[in-house]
């Protein structure tokens, strides 16, 4: 089975100044859910735009064999404007068309039918900022099933959901690889990221990629997070043994 | 009480108020979804000195309006554009450097062409009881090219106000779309001056659209009664204006702004504003 996405040796900068992302060398392929781990400005979101073909390698390959989409954070969109989950999920037929051209009846449809596949059909009317945090990323992966993208970048999907809008999204997720599509997951949550195929930790350069039991040491963390590490003893007696888990991160956008 | 509406002057203010509505209707709602407000003022106050070039350099003046009003959107445009990819939102410096400088170079400009101080305070107020059949014409086809553009373009401008980032990775690259909206702002600048001049264009390319904002949650329907209150707001301020023989072009901006301020008092609309 050929990588959707295979990068080795990249490097990305912006600008042509200090990469601010080098040494990547990974691989997604269909069916796969990958955790990419580092701290805010270590470099996921570079990786993401590069994929998305915005920022041009620096230095190494990258190559990706199926369309990349992206699902945003939920905060990243404007809640205050007029559009309804079916107009938010109708952008992504933008791509399809010349820029002179209306969505068609066609395009309507498969607007309705990616809500349906994430399960929101009956929310199809309502308005996009009224949404709660869990469905409105839901309509935002509609817009990626739209655009028919076999590669899904969801940038921190959990950041502030309850836990039975995580767990949904968390299946939805498995259902989506379980199609065949690779789904690259930023998220600062490690006991999530033990759940799925494979990690890519990244801190200015790629620390660590593989399997998460291999791969989650206490080095690689210490060297992906910084200090920002804790060790949790068990949660109560029988628990498994020590856990790691990362302080919560200082938020700043850009 | 109506009779004033059957005097010809007043009915041909009347029929450009709704022609103009028809545009505030359409484009003035995407100048406030994509924050071009203080733009659009900008590119009206540029339009000043290009109609007082025309007239000293005796070419139409409508073209020389437009000619400073385009230079100025796009300008404007094209930099804030750059603004927003590196810092997510600018600030109105530039345009409110750019606005006193047109303002400034106009009134010097005018001094040398014009002899009577009226003639300045038309262009900046406009002149809405002294409307010409090419003044009609004109904001005839403004509406209708904003009315084609919002057919054709608004998904994409709808895509690229809701989440500009996102709109680069859906693949909305083409600059077309939001190059046509600044001229389309341009072109409604200059079709606003004879009505309004050039320092209340935004009684009606702004302030209807931001009243019905606070009480619409779809673009279609919000564009709907953008048109109805800025042709309501239109034919209650001329109809004031000649009873009361107030300026007609301040009268429509004060009634829009008493409609806006009423409007943003009520339950429903604080709501949606917080």
Known sequence: MSALVAASDLAVSYGGGEPALAGVGFDLRPGERIAVLGPNGGGKTTLFRALLGELRPAAGTLRVAGRCASVPQTERSRLDFPVSALDVALMGTIPGRAWWRRPSRADRAAARAALARVDLADRAARTYGELSGGQRQRVLIARALVQDAEVLLLDEPFTGLDATSAARLEALLAELAGEGRGVLIAT????????????LCVNGRQIAFGVPAATLTHDVLAATYGGAIVTLPPAHAGAPGPQEAILPPHHHHH | MLEPFQLPFVQRALVELLLLA?????????????????????????AFPGLVLADGLGFAATLG??????????????????RDRDHGGGDGTL???????????????????FHSPASVESLLFGSLLAIG???????????????????????RWLATGFDPQAARALGVRSRVPDTLLLVLVAL?????????????????????????????????AWQLATVALAAAEGALGVWLAVELNAPPGATVAVVAGAVFALVALLPRAREAAA
């Open chain 2, 65 to 82: 309006g437009f000619g400073a009003a385009l230079l100025f959107a796009l300008a404007v445009g094209r930099l804030g554009a750059r």
């Open chain 2, 95 to 113: 345009t409110a450097l750019v606005l006193v400088a047109a303002l400034a170079t106009g009134i010097v400009l005018a001094s040398d062409v």
């Open chain 2, 188 to 220: 409604a600048a200059v079709a606003v001056l004879a009505a309004v001049g050039a320092l209340l264009a935004t009684a009606l390319l702004v302030v209807p659209a931001a009243t019905a904002r606070l009480l619409s949650d779809r673009v279609g």
């Open chain 2, 22 to 46: 028809v545009l505030a209707g359409t484009l003035g709602c995407w100048i406030v979804l994509r924050g071009l407000a203080f733009a659009a003022h900008g590119a009206a106050a540029a």
């Open chain 2, 133 to 155: 059949a090419g003044d009609v014409r004109l904001a005839a086809a403004a509406a209708l090219v904003a009315l084609a553009a919002t057919w054709l373009l608004g998904t």
């Open chain 1, 188 to 199: 600062h949550d490690l006991e999530q990221a033990r759940r799925w195929d494979r990690v």
